[in-house]
């Protein structure tokens, strides 16, 4: 039930190359009565299409996915239930009431799973910790980017110094921007320019708060755009977010031949490196602006600082993620 035009504009693009369709049923982000008939619009349509494979990404297409999956397998309809987690219910707390809720979910649903793929080893490990070693299979896989997005992305001779680019909610930090980057004018001692571009529930307290603090000329808000368009508009690249798993707009910052600045969260340090100077400590303005105000004022910054391209190409490409994605598939394929 999130999303916007731009969204819709990128599910226009892929749906030529789905064979079995498009199939789009609203759910909404916490669990509701509501989450019940979107289980049973799913498995009506998922029923007709008689699918070999049902993955599930994050926690609600997770357990869609597994007891649709297994549904059908009592209907003696053979399907293999592969799960991928992606943050969602391992945001919890596990000295909270609903985190240990939803993790012995997680556990009962185990029982409904033949694999787990999970995209960065500090999901893995999340998951290990909180709910345990998982009782199904499981394997660990990249997120990858096309050969084609390998391709640098001048900026345009009206970009600014920094961009945001992503969902306008404070999970994903844009609130840390704004005072990091009053906090970085400060330390260079001039005027700077930026950008935040997105769509998201937060959307209006974030431009209040621009207008309150005076960088209605300086920080401007743009709805969400092809990242390709936003990437020209500055070579720096900030992901603030308080929480993660292994976010594509850090990959596709890099592939573009971007700067990125990133918090310590997640994936993330496993493509930038444990100890980057990129990386910062979620939620502290002060960190990220020290490190925001290096990258606009230390000499050849991004060449000490960014990882080195052709090794991050060989590690995080979408050929090997599929290759090994196909592969888990293929080893829990039944005949039907």
């Known amino acids: 039930m999130t999303g916007s035009a731009h969204e819709d504009r990128l599910f226009e693009q892929i749906t030529p190359y789905l064979s079995l369709g498009l199939h789009r049923t609203p759910i909404a982000r916490s669990v509701g009565f ?35 999956g297994s549904a059908l397998r009592a209907k003696r309809y053979r399907v293999a239930r592969i799960y991928s987690p992606h943050g969602g219910s391992l945001h919890f707390s596990r000295s909270s009431l609903s ?106 307290r974030y431009r209040d708060m621009i207008e309150q603090r005076g960088f209605g000329r300086r920080i401007a808000l743009l709805p969400a755009m092809p ?33 990125v600045i990133a918090t310590r969260v997640g994936g993330i340090p496993e493509v930038l490196g444990a100890n980057s100077d990129a990386l910062v400590e979620p939620g502290d303005a002060e960190d990220l602006a020290n490190v925001m105000a290096r990258a606009v004022t230390a000499p050849d910054w991004h060449g000490a600082t960014m990882p080195d391209r052709q090794a991050f190409k060989t590690k995080f490409s979408a050929s090997a993620m599929a290759d090994q994605t196909l592969t888990v598939y293929r080893e829990h394929l039944t005949p039907h």
């Open 34 to 68: 509501g989450d019940a008939l979107a289980l049973y619009k799913s498995f009506e349509k998922i029923k007709s299409l008689r699918p070999d494979v049902l993955h599930g990404h994050g926690a609600k297409g997770g357990v869609v996915a597994r007891i649709i």
């Open 99 to 204: 985190g240990c809720g939803v993790f012995a979910a997680e556990r009962l649903l185990e029982h409904l799973t033949d694999a787990i793929v999970f995209v960065c080893d500090f999901e893995r490990q999340t998951y290990e910790a909180k709910i345990g070693v998982p009782r199904c299979a499981q394997r660990m896989i990249y997120n990858g980017i096309n050969d084609r997005d390998f391709v640098a992305i001048p900026t345009r001779s009206d970009s600014v110094h920094f961009i945001y680019v992503g969902m306008l909610r404070d999970l994903k930090g844009p609130d840390v921007f704004i005072e990091a980057f009053a906090r970085t004018e400060r330390k260079v001692g001039h005027p700077l320019s930026a950008l935040i571009i997105g769509d998201g529930p937060d959307h209006d």
């Open 227 to 259: 990242v390709k368009e936003a990437f020209a508009m500055s070579s720096i690249v900030v992901v603030p977010s308080r929480a993660e798993a292994m976010p594509y707009i850090v990959l596709e910052a890099l592939a573009a031949g971007k700067s």
